[in-house]
């Protein structure tokens, strides 16, 4: 394990909507760099990096073109230098996006192999052998090439699927896992990986990391292995860099070799219990009852959740770190459907859990979820990518260009929450996220891997307690008090709302947080 792990709180930017210092209505690399210094005074030493590489945007950017090329549009390669540099030199680490899975239809590994004669790249993708061979449930594209076959497709069809083999084979155009042509995939993955690590990158979140090879079962055995031969390598020749997983079962990734997995939304999971218990959030059309954890009005317990978290966090412990995140650039902003109160709840938990935290660009100050059109391939997922709302004034300080040249929309509110009305308020959501950083900060029990256990939990309640060695952390987001027996409670270091401890008693106000200081477990 990297020895800045442990300490490390991320913070996620999407590229493009972080900050625009060029005019053009597009957030880029020299932008991320003048704001390092506000990342770092929120608490955060790391940063993850949406993708930022050379594309035609149709998935917004998840569709590379050139993985050894910064677009042109965020910067040069040596801007992205210059950003790894200025974030070491402050102590911070930086991880891109690595997007395994696919290219662009456009990269010229592509463009190679959909020439009907066989060459170096012929199998880089996977073809059918004609153009009437369905390749079973697979989705895929036909009639747009020389080639004499059909294409897989990883998600959009912008994004042929790369070649890793498939676990079973049955047909004759389905590779093995060791064919030459697989390996040949891995090891220009790794030309890659080895390519950014050697300018100063410190690892990679991967996207959709699970989904490498076709026909894997039920645990994604053949992608786990792929991911274990890769973290070897890491650990002989780059053993301070990180593997950051969109895997969201850490049960499977931290043992397929990954640093941290991604808990991430997925109708129904622990995960979205918390703060996206209602439907709607595929699409962007928040309806129905709200019955997350932290919506003050509803009548959940923590309970649904921790029967999911429980064993992951204890078959886990020893392999590696769960990601905790306000939210990220493919679900809907916490805003959408929480008050700032109840978000201060809400981050709290998240902040005093163990695992790594991550915050995703404009949470810490509410930003809303928008309803705007779709940009770039994002459909609903565009709302969540509005431009950084820094203050008050043209485009809320995130460029200088006219509003109509934007890349998306801000936030047209008279209320629109920005860094520098939030950094006036003392009661702010933003000065909330900075004081529970500096507390993680001091208290070695809340670091990533500290001992963690459930001190009160039931069906019938909304009260949450949990121990991280000497301390008590306590939680209740509903609408009536709660209290719970803690007798070697000595102080109280941190509180939201109203707490009082006394004759081995805690009591939590409605929509309260508490963090206590009792004797080691």
């Known amino acids: 394990m990297p020895r800045w792990v442990n300490d490390a709180v991320f913070y996620e930017i999407y590229p493009a909507s972080f900050y625009d210092t060029d005019g053009d209505g597009i957030g880029d690399i020299n932008g991320i760099i003048q704001k390092l210094d506000?990342?770092?005074?929120?608490?955060?030493?790391?940063?993850?990096?949406?993708?930022?590489?050379?594309?035609?945007?149709?998935?917004?950017?998840?569709?590379?073109?050139?993985?050894?090329?910064?677009?042109?549009?965020?910067?040069?390669?040596?801007?992205?230098?210059?950003?790894?540099?200025?974030?070491?030199?402050?102590?911070?680490?930086?991880?891109?996006?690595?997007?395994p899975c696919h290219t662009s239809e456009e990269h010229p590994w592509f463009c190679e192999s959909r020439k009907p004669e066989r060459g170096e790249y012929s199998d880089r993708y996977i073809w059918t052998?004609?153009?009437?061979?369905?390749?079973?449930?697979?989705?895929?594209v036909g009639g747009e090439s020389d080639r004499n076959g059909l294409y897989v497709i990883s998600f959009f069809k912008s994004q042929p699927a790369l070649n890793y083999g498939f676990l079973?084979?049955?047909?004759?155009?389905?590779?093995?896992?060791?064919?030459?042509?697989?390996?040949?995939?891995?090891?220009?993955?790794?030309?890659?990986?080895?390519?950014?690590?050697?300018?100063?990158?410190?690892?990679?979140?991967?996207?959709?990391?699970?989904?490498?090879?076709?026909?894997?079962?039920?645990?994604?055995?053949?992608?786990?292995?792929?991911?274990?031969?890769?973290r070897a390598r890491l650990d002989k020749e780059y053993p301070e860099a990180a593997l950051m997983a969109e895997w969201g079962c850490p049960e499977q990734a931290l043992k397929a070799g990954?640093?941290?997995?991604?808990?991430?939304?997925?109708?129904?999971?622990?995960?979205?219990?918390?703060?996206?218990?209602?439907?709607?959030?595929?699409?962007?059309?928040?309806?129905?009852?709200?019955?997350?954890?932290?919506?003050?009005?509803?009548?959940?317990?923590?309970?649904?959740?921790?029967?999911e978290y429980l064993p992951q966090y204890e078959s886990t412990k020893e392999d590696g770190l769960i990601c905790w995140?306000?939210?990220?650039?493919?679900?809907?902003?916490?805003?959408?459907?929480?008050?700032?109160?109840?978000?201060?709840?809400?981050?709290?938990?998240?902040?005093?859990?163990?695992?790594?935290?991550?915050?995703?660009?404009?949470?810490?100050i509410g930003m809303r979820y928008l309803q705007v059109p779709t940009r770039e391939g994002g459909y609903y997922r565009s709302g969540s990518r509005t431009p950084m709302q820094w203050k008050n004034g043209v485009n809320l300080g995130f460029s200088v260009c006219s509003p109509e040249r934007l890349y998306l929309p801000v936030d047209g509110a008279p209320d629109a929450p920005t860094v520098a009305a939030e950094e006036a308020d003392p009661d702010s959501l933003l000065h909330t996220v900075r004081a529970l950083l500096a507390l993680r900060r001091r208290e070695p029990a809340l670091r990533a891997n500290a001992p963690f256990a459930v001190h009160f939990a039931r069906e019938d309640s909304r009260l949450f307690?949990?121990?991280?060695?000497?301390l008590y952390a306590a939680v209740n987001p509903g609408e009536g008090e709660c209290a719970f027996g803690a007798p070697d409670v000595r102080e109280t270091l941190f509180v939201i709302g109203a707490c009082t401890a006394e004759s081995g008693r805690v009591r939590l106000g409605p929509q309260s947080f508490a963090v206590l200081r009792g004797e080691d477990i």
């Open 129 to 140: 052998n004609h153009c009437f061979e369905r390749p079973g449930a697979l989705p895929c």
């Open 325 to 364: 995140i306000t939210g990220n650039h493919d679900v809907m902003r916490p805003r959408g459907n929480l008050s700032p109160q109840e978000l201060k709840l809400a981050y709290a938990f998240l902040l005093t859990m163990p695992g790594v935290p991550q915050i995703y660009y404009g949470d810490e």
């Open 465 to 470: 307690v949990w121990r991280r060695g000497a």
């Open 38 to 99: 506000y990342i770092q005074s929120l608490g955060c030493n790391a940063v993850w990096l949406n993708v930022c590489f050379d594309s035609p945007f149709k998935d917004g950017g998840y569709d590379i073109r050139d993985y050894k090329k910064v677009a042109p549009r965020y910067g040069t390669n040596a801007d992205l230098v210059r950003c790894f540099e200025e974030a070491h030199r402050r102590g911070m680490h930086l991880l891109l996006d690595l997007v």
């Open 258 to 307: 990954f640093h941290f997995d991604l808990y991430i939304h997925r109708d129904g999971n622990a995960y979205s219990r918390l703060m996206r218990a209602f439907k709607g959030t595929m699409d962007g059309a928040p309806r129905g009852a709200d019955e997350s954890y932290f919506c003050r009005r509803a009548r959940t317990s923590i309970v649904p959740f921790l029967k």
């Open 168 to 230: 079973h084979p049955d047909k004759p155009w389905q590779l093995p896992m060791d064919h030459p042509a697989c390996l040949a995939t891995r090891e220009a993955l790794w030309d890659v990986m080895r390519f950014w690590l050697d300018l100063g990158c410190d690892g990679f979140r991967v996207d959709m990391a699970r989904w490498l090879v076709h026909g894997d079962d039920e645990r994604f055995s053949g992608a786990a292995s792929i991911w274990r031969e890769f």
